[in-house]
Structure formats: structure tokens, C-alpha cells
């Protein structure tokens, strides 16, 4: 057979078969993603944003109770003695577990001057304890079961950080992903906290 006798496919069965293949890989997509966590999509700022909420919580995140990982409820503004830090993370949110272990790093270097506090947002207790093991965060954790802190202060991308100052007030939410160094920046920034 000479190269100029192949046979070739007809357009259609090519245009047919990479319209199968996108349908297939978008039913993959789906049955993966499961129905654990909220409709996401990731960005290429390494955030992921999150669904609206039909009844979303609004007013002070701080008076919003969430709980820890033993059931015990509480707010945030019962818990804040200082200048802390509020992560928002999940166990369905790649980016938020890959700056969890700077997080962690940072915290050792400012524990006892600033507070650290992970919120497990629209997660199931099982993943997110996993996910605190798996990261090795050492700091504090509790549940967001519903988004409702995370409403409150407006997150609409997942990682995002808030930040509290020493009188109990919310000064900054940052979305995205932070590393270790981008963390210092805004502690300095934020709360006016050197990290040495």
C-alpha cells in the first residue's frame, strides 16, 4: 500500500468521535467530583470559587457559630484573645491543602503573639480531619458546616484568609493561595506582627 492509497476517516466520524470523547471526559469529571462539596471551578489564580448560597448568612462572621470537631458550638468571638488568623479550607480544595503546611510554618514562628484557626468550609467532618492530619497543622480547627462564617465575611473563593486584629475586628479577607513568605507580608501588613 502506497502512502497516497491510505484510507482516510470522513470529517463527520472525526467530528463525532472528539465529541464523544468531550462528553465522556465531562462525565468523568462528574461522577469524580461527586456531590460532597460545593459546585466549583478552579481558576489559574489557584483559588476555587464557590457556589452562592440561597440564604446567606450576612452581618459579623465573628457571631457566627461554627463548631469544633468534637460538636461543641462556639463563635469566634468568643474564642479571639489577640490578633488572629482565619484560614478557610477544605478537603474538596486543592490549593487550600497545598498552603496548609505554611500555614503551619508561619504559625510555629508567631505562636503565643498571633492565633491561627482553620475553618473547615461546606465539609464533611471525616475529610477535613484528614486533611488536618494529613497536612500536620497543629493550630486550631472547627467546622464551617454550611458556609455560614465564610457568607458572612464574604468569601467567594476558596482559600481566602481573614484577618483579626487585637481588638477583636476584622481588618482584611485575602483570597487565594498563600505561601509561607506571602503570609509574613500580610501579618506585617495586616496586624502590624514582624515575623523574624
Not at 4 to 13: D, E, G, I, K, T
Amino acid at each position: 500500500m502506497t502512502p497516497h492509497s491510505r484510507s482516510r476517516l470522513p470529517w463527520q466520524a472525526v467530528v463525532a468521535a472528539t465529541v464523544l470523547a468531550a462528553l465522556a471526559a465531562l462525565l468523568v469529571i462528574a461522577v469524580l467530583g461527586g456531590d460532597d462539596g460545593p459546585e466549583a471551578a478552579s481558576s489559574p489564580s489557584g483559588t476555587i470559587g464557590l457556589t452562592p448560597i440561597d440564604e446567606a448568612a450576612t452581618g459579623d462572621p465573628l457571631t457566627v457559630a461554627v463548631t469544633w470537631p468534637d460538636g461543641d458550638e462556639f463563635t469566634l468571638a468568643e474564642i479571639i484573645g489577640g490578633p488572629t488568623v482565619v484560614n478557610f479550607f477544605a478537603s474538596w480544595c486543592a490549593p487550600c491543602i497545598a498552603e496548609m503546611p505554611d500555614f503551619e510554618a508561619v504559625f510555629q514562628q508567631v505562636a503565643g503573639e498571633v492565633d491561627f484557626v482553620g475553618l473547615a468550609v461546606q465539609d464533611r467532618l471525616a475529610d477535613a480531619r484528614r486533611i488536618v492530619e494529613e497536612t500536620g497543622i497543629t493550630y486550631r480547627w472547627a467546622r464551617d458546616a454550611a458556609g455560614d462564617v465564610a457568607s458572612a465575611a464574604e468569601v467567594t473563593q476558596m482559600p481566602s484568609t481573614m484577618f483579626i486584629d487585637g481588638d477583636g475586628k476584622v481588618v482584611s479577607v485575602h483570597s487565594g493561595a498563600l505561601d509561607a513568605d506571602e503570609l509574613r507580608d500580610l501579618l506585617e501588613s495586616k496586624l502590624g506582627v514582624t515575623v523574624g
